[in-house]
């Protein structure tokens, strides 16, 4: 059974830093991508990263590329958030999803795995 578990999130003031983990069961790590994205409250799933853990290029969106790093522990099976410099608009549920796409797709919809999201409250 494929599994992707989030942990995490949580409330931290602005300025303040989280580390998001997504940890992988059930499918062949190094043969997909993973994405991180994030669903505010009211709006659509936004990608933020994505890693291949194969050969570990990643992928950043420009509003969150100065602040956010994506790392992967192939030993683990797990892909890590790094984000920095936390923001009141990073507000938001976080899940990453698996894809077998080599090319880091920016839609939900290409991504064929999820995880139940992990949610980050960051007060003003």
């Known amino acids: 059974e494929v599994q992707l578990v989030e942990s995490g999130g949580g409330l931290v003031q602005a300025g303040g830093s989280l580390r998001l983990s997504c940890a992988a069961s059930g499918f062949t790590f190094d043969d997909y991508t993973i994405g991180w994205f994030r669903q505010a409250p009211g709006k659509g799933r936004e990608r933020v990263s994505c890693i291949s853990p194969s050969d570990g290029s990643v992928f950043y969106t420009q509003s969150v590329k100065d602040r956010f790093t994506i790392s992967s522990d192939n030993a683990k099976n797990t892909v890590y958030l790094q984000i920095d410099n936390l923001k009141p608009e990073d507000t938001a549920v976080y899940f990453c999803?698996?894809?077998?796409?080599?090319?880091?797709?920016?839609?939900?919809?290409?991504?064929?795995?999820w995880g139940q999201g992990t949610q980050v409250t960051v007060a003003s």
């Open positions: 999803a698996g894809t077998g796409s080599v090319d880091f797709p920016p839609t939900a919809p290409e991504y064929n795995y």
